[in-house]
């Protein structure tokens, strides 16, 4: 009723085949699944500076940062969380930043979150805002596309027109 199969196995030698030497077959392993990664693949967890931690000095990070306590600095980071009990001297840029404490300085970034507990006495050059009811602020405001730009604040018109009028009397005189 059955008949056996011929599929698997090994049909007539052809010329020439029979004279080369197989290689050795050698068992194939499968990697073992206790292996845990030294880097984890998925997202790190922020790196927190706690309540009782002062800092003088700029921190630069392409992760993120929880702040609790004392910076007195400017910050770089990709998120940016400035805590109820934090205060931070210095200029912040990151892409994301979420205020809850206090901030004199600076404020760069392209989301930018004023909880109703911030407060921030400086400028906020940002993409996008969001300020709370409640929160306290001190400074201006300005929208940019590109708010993380590395350029600082743009040369006054005064300073601008005079190296203009400068050329005009040299082109003339």
């Given amino acids: 009723m059955?008949?056996?199969?011929?599929?698997?196995e090994p049909g007539p030698a052809k010329a020439g085949e029979s004279d080369k030497p197989k290689a050795p077959e050698t068992p194939v392993t499968k990697p073992s699944m206790d292996f845990t990664p030294t880097a984890p693949k998925g997202k790190v967890a922020a790196s927190v500076l706690s309540s009782d931690l002062t800092v003088v000095g700029n921190l630069r990070t392409t992760g993120d940062i929880q702040v609790e306590g004392t910076v007195e600095g400017d910050i770089r980071a990709h998120l940016l969380t400035v805590g109820e009990t934090a205060t931070i001297r210095g200029e912040i840029v990151a892409d994301d930043i979420v205020v809850n404490g206090r901030v004199i300085g600076r404020v760069r970034g392209l989301k930018v979150r004023l909880t109703s507990?911030?407060?921030?006495?400086?400028?906020?050059?940002?993409?996008?805002?969001?300020?709370?009811?409640?929160?306290?602020?001190?400074?201006?405001?300005?929208?940019?596309?590109?708010?993380?730009?590395?350029?600082?604040?743009?040369?006054?018109?005064?300073?601008?027109?005079?190296?203009?009028?400068?050329?005009?009397?040299?082109v003339q005189g």
């Fill in 2 to 8: 059955f008949s056996k199969s011929r599929i698997n």
């Fill in 117 to 170: 507990t911030a407060k921030v006495e400086g400028d906020i050059i940002h993409k996008t805002i969001a300020i709370e009811s409640g929160a306290h602020f001190e400074g201006s405001v300005q929208r940019q596309d590109d708010p993380l730009a590395t350029g600082r604040a743009p040369i006054p018109q005064a300073r601008a027109a005079a190296p203009a009028a400068e050329a005009q009397d040299d």
